[in-house]
């Protein structure tokens, strides 16, 4: 157990669950750097078989974290890029990790806690559920996210949501093909189970090389994401110290409609 996550190891299943349910699992730098060591750690861990990312309470994950985001609005743009890339490369661990990944999403999840189920190979959530990509009400960009949304929902469907910033249910998460499955809460964890037994019966090492075929497949390597990340830090650092992304973070940390509504 660390401050920000709770790490549970059972039958080769590395069970993460993030663990600020006051916050609603909400990213900070401390939960960023726990959750990118915890991942690595499992990665790495010949006897784990299956990762299975959850989140505590009644939340998967609400994106950033209010005191987090105060201090970026009044950080500077070099700043501003360095958190971004922290964020960046948690993505791309999650993403790239050589084990078979399942986002137990047990309750609502927006803007990075979007990113992290698109980073599974699996997601499976509760049917009451809500999502969104809402940063542009904030005038900003789902940057960091976006290569992984994308592959996970398409082009179209990511154009529709990255503009709108609308909330979306679980079916439409569904249908959309962010989660692969959504059951009532009290299935949930059977489902889960049921996917770790089919996960269970393949081997380890075709595992590990049929991730990496089907991402590879898609256009998707780590030196190609390493270089897009990059791109998109700068690209959320420059908008989070512009007027206009001043003006959003300012209005919703300040509980206001910004200027533009």
């Not at 990312?53 to 994106?63: H, I, R, V």
């Not at 969104?132 to 005038?139: I, N, P, W, Y």
């Amino acid at each position: 157990m660390t401050d920000h996550i709770h790490i549970a190891d059972l039958a080769g299943v590395c069970r993460i669950t993030l663990n600020r349910p006051q916050v609603h699992n909400a990213f900070d730098d401390v939960l960023i750097a726990e959750l990118s060591e915890a991942l690595a750690a499992a990665g790495g861990d010949a006897a784990v078989r299956a990762v299975v990312l959850t989140g505590e309470g009644a939340s998967f994950s609400a994106g950033a974290d209010l005191n987090w985001m105060r201090g970026m609005a009044s950080a500077g743009e070099a700043e501003n890029r360095e958190d971004s890339l922290r964020l960046a490369s948690l993505m791309r661990t999650l993403q790239f990790l050589p084990k078979p990944t399942i986002a137990r999403v047990n309750g609502a999840a927006y803007g990075g806690g979007v990113g992290l189920i698109a980073c599974c190979d699996i997601a499976i959530g509760v049917d009451s559920a809500r999502f969104g990509l809402t940063e542009v009400k904030l005038g900003l960009v789902p940057a960091v996210i976006s290569p992984y949304v994308i592959h996970a929902i398409g082009l179209r469907h990511a154009r529709r949501l990255f503009l709108t910033g609308e909330l979306f249910d679980a079916a439409t998460a569904q249908d959309i093909g962010l989660l692969h499955r959504c059951v009532p809460a009290e299935q949930l964890d059977e489902a889960v189970d049921g996917t770790l037994a089919l996960l269970a019966k393949a081997g380890p090492v075709a595992q590990a090389e049929a991730k990496q075929l089907a991402l590879r497949m898609a256009g998707a390597t780590e030196a190609d994401a390493e270089r897009i990340d990059r791109d998109n830090a700068a690209l959320i650092a420059r908008l989070r110290v512009s007027d206009e992304g001043q003006e959003g973070l300012g209005a919703f940390l300040g509980k206001r409609a910004p200027r533009w509504c």
